[in-house]
C-alpha cells in the first residue's frame, strides 16, 4: 500500500511503470466532507487515533482470500476481461482507432489478473459466489488507470486514462 499526494510532488520521483504495475488498484479519494473533516479534526484533537486495534484475526483474512479465490468466474466474464485489457493495447482491434494515437502503452498481463481478482472480490463483498460483468465494470478505473500510459498528444488534449477506459467499456460487449 502507498499513498500519493497529487499537489506536492517536488522533491520526489516518479515511479517506473514496471513498479506501478505491481500496485493492483490506484483508488482516487476525493476530499472529506466538511462534517467528515470536522469529526477527523475533532477525534484528532482528542487522540482517538494514538491506539490501533485489530478489526479482524488472521484468520479471518485467510478464509475471505479462499472465499474471493472460489467465487466462480464464467469464461464469458474471463473473455470480457480480456477484451477490455488487451482494447487497451490494440484499440485497432476492438473498432477504436480513435485511442490508438493517445495510448503509448496498454495495461500488462498484471491488469488482466488483478481485474479478474478484483471483480471477484467486489462479487464476493456484494455476496455472490459468482461474477457478473458489472463486477468488472465497478472495478476497472481502479485496476487500469494507473496501468495506461498516455502520449503526450493525448495530454495536450487534456484526455486522461479515466477517459480511455471510458471509451473502451462502452465500446467493449459486455456478455
Do not use: W
Request: hydrophobic share 40%; aromatic share 8%; glycine share 4%.
Amino acid at each position: 500500500m502507498a499513498t500519493q499526494n497529487p499537489v506536492e510532488q517536488e522533491g520526489t520521483y516518479p515511479l517506473p511503470e514496471a513498479q506501478v504495475d505491481r500496485f493492483m488498484l490506484k483508488t482516487v479519494i476525493d476530499y472529506p466532507k466538511m462534517n467528515e473533516e470536522q469529526l477527523i479534526m475533532r477525534q484528532n484533537f482528542m487522540g482517538a487515533y494514538e491506539t490501533v486495534n485489530a478489526v479482524v484475526s488472521i484468520e479471518q483474512i485467510l478464509s475471505a482470500q479462499k472465499a474471493v479465490r472460489e467465487v466462480y468466474m464464467d469464461e464469458k466474464i474471463e473473455k470480457y476481461i480480456l477484451d477490455l485489457v488487451f482494447a487497451t493495447r490494440y484499440p485497432e482491434k476492438y473498432n477504436l482507432e480513435d485511442l490508438k494515437p493517445l495510448i503509448s502503452f496498454g495495461a500488462s498481463p498484471r491488469g488482466s489478473i488483478n481485474l479478474g481478482i478484483a471483480a471477484k472480490c467486489f462479487a464476493f463483498i456484494k455476496r455472490r459466489g459468482y461474477v457478473v460483468p458489472e463486477d468488472v465494470r465497478a472495478v476497472v478505473h481502479d485496476v487500469l488507470r494507473h496501468r495506461i500510459g498516455i502520449t503526450y498528444e493525448a495530454e495536450a488534449e487534456n484526455i486522461t486514462s479515466e477517459e480511455i477506459i471510458n471509451k473502451i467499456v462502452n465500446e467493449i460487449e459486455v456478455p
